[in-house]
């Protein structure tokens, strides 16, 4: 057999382990400074997540100390009280401080100001017609009352069904599937609509909560025909929901009730999806 020539191992026994230093990470050109001291200057490093590649003693405070004071101070409205949840991992609070979701409305173009972008339309295609063709949309709203404040443009239904749906990715905003599940924070839902002085409607709006393997959670449906001309508000609040929720279903549809040739049907703007943090139910959306 022939000889193994090569470097000689090191028995494993015989490797001394080097303790780390309890200190690493507190010293400043040969400056001792306290841990609380050091947690505090990391809140104001940019960027924050480079900071954790460091040491192990930053990656400890950054991961807990760092992330709930940055939050308190950085994110509008945010209190002592989302800290209770002891779940919460430095995820969960990363994205909040990035993406601050409870500042937005979380459904795009909700008053047709982009036209039907972001919007998946739909409808019964009878005739069919361009399914687009069934939708119209209003800078003035012809036949009812003026917009409600802040609003300039409205969609219109016509003599069938016209649905829209809109799918909200809550991760996409910054709130992730354990934020949800552990802080539950509310999620309010509203919507404007009206019908014309000369004709009927049919309204109908469902919001629908799911979690990441698409299992509904909860929902909220709303129906009513009527004939006015003034607009109203529908607005639900979920809450006390307990369970992990990713997604958000916003579906709306309308028509008016004598099937006639052009756009009699129901008028939907303002669509508004929102969520408040702890202490914050009683946030108003009004610069959303």
């Known amino acids: 057999m022939g000889a193994i020539y090569g470097k000689e191992e090191t028995p494993r026994e015989n490797i001394r382990e080097v303790e780390p230093d309890p200190n690493n990470g507190l010293i400043f050109n040969e400056f001792y400074l306290p841990p609380e001291v050091v947690a505090h200057i990391l809140t ?22 760092v992330w709930r004071e940055k939050v308190l101070r950085e ?18 609070y990363y994205f909040l401080w990035k993406h601050k979701p409870h500042l937005r409305n979380l459904i795009r173009n909700g008053a047709a100001e982009e036209r039907f972008d972001h919007w998946a339309v739909r409808s019964n295609h ?14 003035e ?22 649905t829209a749906e809109q799918v909200i990715n809550l991760h996409e905003f910054g709130l992730t599937s354990n934020f949800m599940k552990h802080v539950c924070p509310n999620i309010h839902v509203e919507e ?8 009927g ?6 919001v629908t909560l799911l979690n990441s393997q698409w299992e509904e959670v909860d ?23 307990n369970k992990e929720v990713s997604i958000i279903v ?5 028509k008016d009730t004598q099937f006639w040739a052009g756009h009699y049907g129901c008028k939907i703007t303002g669509a508004k999806v929102y969520v408040t943090l702890p202490g914050l139910e009683d946030k108003t959306t009004d610069k959303m």
Not at 76 to 91: C, E, N, R, V, Y
Not at 250 to 254: A, D, Q, R, V
């Open 44 to 65: 104001y490093l940019h960027p924050i997540l480079n900071g954790r590649r460091v040491c192990k003693v930053w990656q400890d405070m950054i991961d807990s100390v």
């Open 75 to 92: 994110v509008p409205g945010a209190t002592i009280s989302i800290f209770q949840h002891k779940d919460l991992m430095w995820t969960d």
């Open 126 to 139: 009878i005739f069919g017609e361009n399914v687009r063709n069934r939708w119209k949309i209003e800078k």
């Open 141 to 162: 709203p012809v036949g009812c009352d003026p917009f409600p404040p802040g609003v300039k443009r409205c969609f219109v239904t016509t003599y069938e069904w016209c």
């Open 192 to 199: 404007w609509y009206a019908g014309r002085f000369d004709c």
């Open 201 to 206: 409607f049919e309204y109908c709006l469902k």
């Open 219 to 241: 929902s909220f449906v709303f129906e009513t025909t009527g004939h006015t001309t003034a607009w109203t508000k529908v607005e639900h609040v979920f809450s006390n929901y």
């Open 250 to 254: 916003f579906h709306h549809k309308g």
